[in-house]
């Protein structure tokens, strides 16, 4: 089968794999019709996690079940379904509670598995023709209908960047009526955006820097906050000020909260500085985030950051180790939820919202390709150049000759 694989930084190989089989009783074979390109995908691309050359990368993933091992129950060939990008086992002490976001038992070295991901696990990846499902009766998402049909494009949204945006609004708490800043117009941060809007915010914020990132923040019905023009976190304050309606039902004490009720970092380490985008600086959005949060407010982080970070300038950031200002923190009395999405816990939901015609978040993807395309489109997505902002690989041929 061909994959594509790490070969280096800033160098991904379509390569020739051997097409992977069932290993054990309780897993799947899944055939991939749509597997995506991910923000996480471009820390391993940029050599900045411990991905060891060789690996097949990938891990927003779905298609049609090939096969499945003996013990495989619900779960039949012919099935179309849609992969949690975390691997869980189902029965461990927090896959009962859900939270396999957490898993104990998928990866040796720290709670957490997920295919084709620096640090967690061996799994397989599935930028590739096939992939391997472990524990594939809680592993997949069973879908309606059939490959390329209306809703690929949103399914395969599924396995990553809706939940994840998603969870970036439970984390925040946003609800009903309140106001919500959003740091990164990338797939998370836009998703993050159309959820809040689903829950009903009344106000929601998406600060970046690239044009046709902001414009989709403006088409799915949110406000775009160019940094470029100046403080993001001051933009906010200004253009709240001068919403006359908000500004006519003050009481006092309430110029205080002249920042939004919840904010979502979906930025993370490899954060551009405001002043100079040319320069990283991993916490700049996170400082943005403690300014932009009112008092006994909300923060969600579902940006990444982690170690050991081989890229890094200096030796505590190698770490993940960063100065922040907990002061200000502490005294605002926020509530800070953060990590890896759960997608199990509300991927059933989400695809309902898409079957239903309550969302559409395929309104992001922004490039179809081919396999053979792939190393161009990370280079392209790395640089956020023309317009890239969500690419799927399309398995068509292959999808073709199995009908
Ligand atoms: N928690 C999870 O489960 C989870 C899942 C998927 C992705 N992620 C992480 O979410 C983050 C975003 O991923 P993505 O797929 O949206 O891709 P992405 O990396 O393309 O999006 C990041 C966006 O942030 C913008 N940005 C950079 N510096 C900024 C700043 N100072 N202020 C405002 N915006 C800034 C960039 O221009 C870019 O548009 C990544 O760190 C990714 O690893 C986390
Ligand atoms: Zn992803
Ligand atoms: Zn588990």
Redesign the pocket.
Known sequence: MKAVVYEGENRMRVSEQQDPSVAGPEDALLRVTTSAI???D??MYEGRTALPPGRVVGHEIMGVIERVGDAVTSIRPGDRVVLPFNIACGFCYNCHRGLTNMCLTMNEQKAHAAYGYAGMGPYGGGQAEYVVVPHADFNCLKLPGTPFDQWEEDFVLLA??FP?GF?GTELAQVQAGRSVGI???????LMAAMSALIRGASEVYV????PE?LEKVKEIGATPID?RDGD?VEQIFDLRSRISGLRGRLRPGEEKLKGVECVID???Y???D?RDYGRENPT??LDNVIRLVNPAGHVGI???YLAPDPGAKTDEAKRGVFALPMAELFDKAVTVGM???PVKLYNEYLRDLIIMGRAKPSRIVSHRIRIDQAPEAYEKFDR?ADGYTKVLIQFKDRAARAA
């Open positions: 991910c923000g996480s471009l820390h990553d960047v994840t969870y740091f990164g117009a990338g797939p998370v941060g600060v970046d820097f690239v990132r940094a993001p979906a930025v993370g490899q954060a551009r405001d700049q959005v579902v940006g990444v990590g890896q999405c956020r």
